[in-house]
C-alpha cells in the first residue's frame, strides 16, 4: 500500500503560479509513475501530468502543455506539480496518484491503484 500525501493547492488570481507537492510513503517503487489528475466540479477527472520515475520521462494533458512542469526529487518519492499562467479552466480538485496498472494508458482516468486525498486549486480574479 502506497500512502499519497498532497499540499500546496489555494486561490490565485489568472495568471498566477501554485506549486503542488506530492509525497509517497509505505510500499513505494522508484520505478513507479507517479502524477497529478484533476476533476472539476460537473467534469471528468482529466490527467493532467505524469512522470515515470525510472528514465523521468513525462506527459501532459493538451491544456497544460507550456505551462505546467512535473518533476520529482532524487528519492524518487516526492513529486511537484509547477503550474504557471492558471486560468479559470484549470480550478479542480487536483489528486496525486501512483501505481499504474499494466496496460493502462499513463493519463487515463482508472489507470492507478494510489490515489491522494486532493487538494483544491482555484483560479479566480
Known amino acids: 500500500q502506497v500512502h499519497l500525501a498532497e499540499r500546496g493547492g489555494g486561490s490565485v488570481q489568472p495568471g498566477g503560479s501554485l506549486r503542488l507537492t506530492c509525497t509517497a510513503s509505505?510500499?513505494?517503487?522508484?520505478?513507479?509513475?507517479m502524477g497529478w489528475f484533476r476533476q472539476a466540479p460537473g467534469k471528468e477527472r482529466e490527467g493532467v501530468a505524469v512522470i515515470d520515475s525510472g528514465p523521468g520521462t513525462t506527459y501532459y494533458t493538451d491544456p497544460v502543455k507550456g505551462r505546467f512542469t512535473i518533476s520529482q526529487d532524487s528519492a524518487k518519492t516526492t513529486i511537484y506539480l509547477q503550474m504557471n499562467n492558471l486560468n479559470s479552466e484549470d480550478t479542480a480538485m487536483y489528486y496525486c496518484?501512483?501505481?499504474?496498472?499494466?496496460?493502462?494508458?499513463?493519463?487515463?482516468?482508472?489507470?492507478?491503484?494510489?490515489w491522494g486525498q486532493g487538494t483544491q486549486v482555484t483560479v479566480s480574479s
Open positions: 509505505g510500499q513505494t517503487r522508484d520505478d513507479d509513475y
Open positions: 496518484v501512483a501505481g499504474r496498472k499494466f496496460g493502462h494508458h499513463v493519463l487515463g482516468p482508472n489507470s492507478y491503484y494510489n
